[in-house]
């Protein structure tokens, strides 16, 4: 027997002003209601269509407009019926629960606090997973090209509210409360530390020479290109002496060895996201980000079964870092020939309905 039941009563406004699907289990009480209509406060048919609770991965609750959507939005992410993709998408809530789990362990490596928020997108939508106390998270998602921005930023704001409601200080998840902050004045700037490892051929002067110029204090700190069974190629900007407050743990040299051991080590962790994700959608993720308390860390898919790897260190730089990131994607396509990355208006690499990153033509990639 199912646990969770449709709710069509129990509201913490007048029902004729509630207008989502409301699905809870039967262990939830009425209690949960001004949380419930925060849920739907934050949904809209441009950002955010579906939000989940969970407590140690146990489903509380859902909230969502998926049937204010056009039929062909999202169509291939979760499947066409609706309550099929309802169960769905509160399952793969739970499983994300235990996969994600495994992710904050490996990232207590590098020394930057427990996983609060990771951006998932694939195919023709993006999953997020926001904690927001504990081991009290959402899961969101939100469907169809041009979505997963304005779907990000309504859930940083939710799971804010969240926090406000219980008395809690609110967390700059994402760096969103401070990407319009300016760049901290700079006396000395160094040039980027590099690093090679392996074999790449013709294109390494290029690769490393466009990873160091997507590096600087006020952003992107690290930025990789790892290819497994090949090697690894890495800008950094640690030397600085702005950024000298992150080294009072890891020193400089021993962050670069974690994060090229982390760089090994999320191929996998990345390959158990995309077995989770594929009874979702079809295909594979071409964008992660790993929001921790201290900084973040981006990972976006390349060809050949190569990835690139980013990092900053501060929270409050992680949206401008994250714009960083997603120009040097675009720079590192030119540099190998490959189509450049199609782009939804917010700058983020947009991927077709199979899960695949989007290019600007539909004529075959000649790139190994």
């Not at 700079?186 to 013709?202: A, M």
């Amino acid at each position: 027997m199912n646990e969770d039941r449709t709710d069509s009563a129990a509201r913490t406004r007048p029902p004729a002003t509630w207008s989502a699907e409301v699905r809870r289990a039967a262990h939830v009480t009425d209690d949960s209601d001004v949380f419930i209509g925060l849920c739907e406060d934050a949904l809209s048919v441009g950002g955010l269509h579906h939000v989940a609770e969970y407590r140690w991965g146990v489903f509380d609750y859902s909230v969502d407009i998926l049937d204010r959507l056009p039929g062909s939005q999202g169509g291939g992410f979760g499947g066409d019926d609706l309550d099929v993709r309802r169960d769905r998408f509160i399952r793969l809530g739970r499983q994300l629960h235990y996969v994600l789990g495994r992710m904050d362990h490996v990232l207590r490596s590098v020394d930057s606090g427990r996983l609060i928020r990771s951006v998932l997108q694939l195919g023709d939508g993006a999953v997020f997973h926001y904690y927001f106390r504990a081991d009290d998270y959402l899961t969101g998602y939100s469907l169809g090209a041009g979505t997963a921005d304005a779907g990000d930023r309504a859930m940083a704001d939710l799971v804010g509210r969240f926090r406000q409601e219980m008395g809690l200080p609110v967390m700059n998840w994402g760096g969103f409360g401070s990407e319009d902050d300016p760049p901290r004045e700079r006396t000395v700037v160094k040039e980027p530390h590099r690093i090679v490892e392996g074999d790449w051929g013709s294109t390494e002067p290029e690769l490393l020479a466009r990873c160091a110029e997507a590096v600087s204090p006020d952003g992107l700190h690290y930025a990789g290109c790892v290819g497994p069974g090949i090697g690894r190629l890495s800008a950094d900007v640690f030397n600085d002496p702005s950024l000298s407050r992150f080294f009072g743990g890891l020193t400089r040299d021993q962050r670069r060895t974690r994060y090229a051991e982390l760089g090994d080590r999320l191929h996998y962790v990345v390959a158990r996201l995309n077995q989770s994700l594929r009874a979702i959608v079809p295909g594979s993720l071409s964008r992660v980000v790993l929001d921790v308390e201290e900084g973040a860390l981006f990972y976006v898919d390349r060809p050949g079964d190569h990835f690139l790897l980013g990092v900053t260190l501060d929270q409050s730089q992680v949206a401008r870092a994250d714009q960083q990131m997603n120009a040097l994607v675009h720079r590192v396509a030119a540099t190998t020939d490959e189509k450049p990355p199609a782009t939804t208006d917010e700058g983020l690499p947009a991927t077709t309905d199979e899960g695949l990153p989007a290019t600007t033509d539909e004529k075959p990639d000649n790139t190994v």
